[in-house]
């Protein structure tokens, strides 16, 4: 699969590069948190949001609203899923790391399937943010170097976290894996197991 960088045009339909942030402080807090062989994610981190940058991406990143700062760590070749939210997605990258992004609008909602064919992989490398657009299918970055990655993942407060409802199984709804997540998982995930909808057709892609 061909790796683009985040600078082509083919990665304006998926989001934009952030600038005027300072973010050293929030990269160097990053160190600080293991990259597990696995992947970790933790939505809502206290050492990270106590940084004077939190502030800044709360009133420039969301206007305003009310927003969460965690990470998503670890080791990752793999696709395995897709979600999408009702709000960007903003990342900073503590590593090389490389996303694979697709569009909502590929999804097809006769029966919620989609075909990875149409996944394109982007390489965010260290330093740089970008947000991620609310129409953009993404998951867990992919490594570069066999160190594995860092990110920081910056979300409207609550996202990802446990559902305080049962959402009806079908339609969309089949899709609402967790509060403002909305999941299609590959057969090959393990994520049925987790009540994941199975909605990926076609390869598992691996970096």
């Known amino acids: 699969m061909k790796i683009q960088s985040i600078n082509d ?3 304006l ?3 934009k590069v952030l600038t005027g942030y300072d973010l050293d402080g929030l990269i160097a807090a990053m160190d600080s948190f293991e990259i597990p062989d696995d992947v970790v994610y933790v ?3 206290p050492e990270l949001e106590r940084l004077p940058v939190f502030q800044e991406l709360q009133n420039r990143g969301f206007g305003g609203v ?3 700062v965690g990470y998503c760590n670890g080791h990752n070749k793999k696709l395995n899923a897709l979600e999408y939210h009702r709000c960007s997605e903003i990342n900073v990258a503590c590593t090389d790391m490389v996303l694979l992004l697709g569009a909502q609008q590929d999804i097809d909602l ?3 399937t989609y075909d990875t064919q149409k996944v394109e992989a982007f390489l965010v490398p260290k330093g740089a943010a970008i947000e991620v657009y609310a129409t953009t299918l993404h998951y867990a970055p ?8 860092r990110s920081v993942v910056v979300l409207s407060r609550d996202t990802n976290t446990d559902l305080d409802f049962v959402p009806q199984k079908k339609g969309e709804d089949a899709l609402l894996f967790a509060k403002n997540k909305w999941l299609v998982a590959h057969p090959d995930s393990g994520l049925e197991e987790q009540g994941a909808w199975m909605g990926l057709k076609g390869d598992n892609i691996t970096i």
């Open 110 to 112: 006769d029966n919620y």
């Open 142 to 149: 992919c490594h570069v170097s066999g160190e594995g990655f």
């Open 13 to 15: 339909k998926y989001g």
């Open 66 to 68: 009310p927003i969460q």
């Open 9 to 11: 045009p083919a990665f």
């Open 43 to 45: 939505a809502s981190s």
